[in-house]
């Protein structure tokens, strides 16, 4: 009889236990399609798809799959206190989208546009380009804020780097935000390629090197640096320091972010038959 009635116990333990594991299963679900917006373009069943988990601040790969015929894709079983990143890899370029499940919320459906990728860049231009220079003792800090436009359906992944950028030969030091640092890339002692693709919509871009002070500022105006296959109309140059300050107003710290509509210091104009 005490066999019997601690065989009863044990079984209901198990059940309990069962039970509650059960109930702290995770039960977040992130599901959702995958669209190429590339007319005519290449279908996207196949393309791999990886889960990614911001745990402690690190990223942790929970699952990975792969699109379906209808473009389809499913995860299960996630825990819901975690933010994620979905990363769509299509004709070798990744696209990431990141999630957050709202309080209470179990369930996530997303659509993810993705793009053919080429090497083409007719459809890629420059909106706006400012050239910041601060004056220092012995050396020009030159700062170059790019806004670019991709206008076209496909993401540009260039050839030799994304975006090749020309640096005047006696550029001392090459610099970015330490963000983005990694996304540059040093070709020789005059060339900088800038590394992740570039999708259709805009970018902003900024960097800073610093040149040799010369007896006079004009040939280094002249100097200031193009993306190599690109060759712009007249482009408006800001040049800013303490000591060529106007309108009273201070200039930024080159670690300072810079919107590329600033439009502060007195101004040189620029024509292509200037640049590189």
């Avoid at 296959?229 to 810079?258: M, N, Q």
Wanted: hydrophobic fraction near 40%; aromatic fraction near 12%.
């Amino acid at each position: 009889m005490h066999k019997y009635i601690t065989a009863i116990f044990i079984l209901c333990m198990l059940a309990i236990s069962t039970a509650t594991y059960a109930a702290e299963l995770p039960d977040g679900v992130i599901s959702g399609q995958v669209f190429n917006m590339t007319t005519d373009g290449s279908s996207v069943t196949g393309d791999n798809i990886t889960l990614l988990a911001i745990i402690d601040g690190a990223q942790e790969e929970m699952q990975t799959t792969t699109v379906d015929a209808e473009g389809n894709f499913r995860f299960e079983n996630l825990p819901t206190e975690y933010q994620y990143v979905l990363v769509v890899n299509h004709t070798e370029v990744d696209y990431y989208l990141q999630i957050i499940f709202g309080e209470g919320e179990t369930e996530k459906s997303i659509d993810i546009q993705v793009y053919d990728a080429t090497t083409d860049n007719q459809a890629v231009s420059i909106r706006l380009a400012h050239a910041i220079i601060y004056v220092e003792e012995e050396f020009f800090t030159v700062s170059q804020v790019f806004w670019l436009v991709n206008d076209g359906d496909r993401t540009y992944i260039g050839t030799d780097g994304v975006l090749v950028f020309t640096l005047p030969e006696d550029a001392i030091t090459f610099e970015a935000p330490k963000a983005l640092m990694a996304d540059y890339q040093l070709l020789d002692r005059s060339r900088v390629t800038y590394l992740v693709p570039f999708p259709p919509g805009e970018r902003q871009l900024y960097f800073s090197y610093t040149l040799p002070k010369p007896d006079s500022a004009v040939p280094y105006l002249r100097k200031l640096p193009a993306i190599q296959w690109y060759s712009p109309p007249p482009v408006r140059f800001s040049t800013i320091s303490p000591k060529l300050r106007r309108y009273g107003e201070t200039p930024p710290s080159p670690e300072d972010a810079i919107r590329p509509t600033a439009n502060l210091g007195s101004k040189a104009s620029v024509t292509r038959a200037a640049l590189p």
